[in-house]
């Protein structure tokens, strides 16, 4: 990977085989909190190594998507599932607006990528806190847009397909960025 500025991504270099590979064995909630920390570690994989510049740009015009704002949206999942969900916390949304319902997408100047990281590793921390005694049949507390309850079972789920999904797109973004590929 060549960069024309210091990186801008985590200060602690994943390689790709160190990252947690899920257990082909385990129990159910093993199982599944080991798929979704694998998705985490691998987006944070795909942001490795590049710079600010690399990490804020859009190279699939028309689209929009860049690996920040993949950050940006994924600490926005993290939040509404596990804690406004599932917890029923009230919380605001961190990026998104009713003006702006893809606002964690659209950035400024100043939104730079070291602070969505650490506000993404600061959500998964706080999931991960949110869920660690409850069983998998545990109903939410809260509800979703559409009012609908749901197990934590779904939303462990719903996550690993929702990084697995966003993960894909990380590749291609990263392909068009650097050349960079990998699983």
């Known amino acids: 990977m ?3 500025d210091a990186p801008a991504g985590p200060t602690a270099p994943i390689d790709p085989a160190q990252r947690p590979e899920p257990a082909t064995t385990a129990g159910e909630r093993e199982m599944l909190e080991g798929w979704l920390e694998y998705h985490r570690a691998t987006l944070a994989w795909k942001c ?5 510049e690399q990490l804020r740009r859009a190279p699939l ?10 950050v940006r ?4 999942v993290e939040r509404y599932w596990f804690r406004i969900v599932m917890l029923g916390e009230d919380l605001p949304d961190l990026y998104s607006t009713r003006e702006d319902v893809d606002g964690d997408f659209h950035f400024g100047e100043a939104d730079t990528f070291d602070h969505g990281r650490r506000m993404w590793q600061g959500e998964i921390e706080l999931a991960r806190a949110a869920v660690a005694e409850l069983p998998l049949d545990a109903q939410s507390v809260g509800r979703s847009r559409h009012g609908e309850v749901f197990n934590l079972r779904w939303i462990y789920t719903h996550m690993i397909e929702e990084y ?20």
């Open 73 to 76: 949206h994924l600490t926005e």
């Open 2 to 4: 060549t960069t024309t």
């Open 61 to 70: 015009a028309p689209s929009e998507l860049t690996l920040l704002g993949l």
């Open 48 to 52: 490795q190594g590049l710079t600010e």
């Open 164 to 183: 697995a999904r966003h993960n894909g797109h990380a590749d291609l973004l990263r392909e068009q960025i650097d050349g960079a590929t990998g699983e």
